[in-house]
């Protein structure tokens, strides 16, 4: 009986440390290529694979079917788990063959994503200029509503009845 146990608490403990993004996409990840550094200059990133992280700010669906999301950037770790969600290096843009549904993929949802880079669109935010890396996508991987970046993944809890917390 204790073995069960101990199977059963290795299994949660495994299952609670998946990765938002799977290891042969993380493979691709040039890890040299900051955001910071892609804002400044996206031509010169041209190629590179990257994860990113970040809000959804906005989707635009696209002819023939794909679609574009507007990023807010936000800081991941190596696994592409969102780190923080009060500071940003900008804003970029998620190209994707997929029509991504604007009801699910809505503005304030997290995503983290490995992606291409593809270069830089002009646009704006409000009335202000803005320049945009544009990434098309590798995988992505939209974070559950309730997921709290920097929360741990397991989850544990003591309740006493049904339906009642003390």
């Known amino acids: 009986m204790r073995l069960f146990f ?57 002819p023939g079917g794909g679609s574009d999301l507007e990023m807010v950037q936000f800081p991941t770790d190596r696994s592409g788990r969102i780190t923080a969600t009060n500071t940003s290096g900008g804003r970029f843009i998620v190209r994707d063959t997929v029509f991504r549904d604007p009801a699910i993929y809505r503005p304030g949802r997290l995503m983290t994503l490995v992606g291409t880079v593809e270069g830089a669109e002009q646009g704006q935010i409000g009335d202000i200029d803005y320049s945009y890396p544009v990434l098309t996508v590798h995988e992505l991987h ?15 809890g003591i309740g006493i009845g049904v339906g009642t917390a003390f």
């Open 6 to 62: 101990l199977i059963v608490a290795a299994l949660t403990c495994v299952a609670g440390c998946a990765r938002p993004i799977s290891r042969p996409s993380l493979n691709l990840v040039d890890p040299s290529v900051s955001f910071a550094a892609l804002r400044q200059n996206p031509e010169r990133y041209r190629g590179s694979t990257l994860l990113l992280g970040g809000a959804i700010a906005a989707v635009r669906g696209l």
């Open 142 to 156: 939209l974070w559950p509503e309730d997921e709290r970046p920097g929360a741990s993944p397991v989850r544990f």
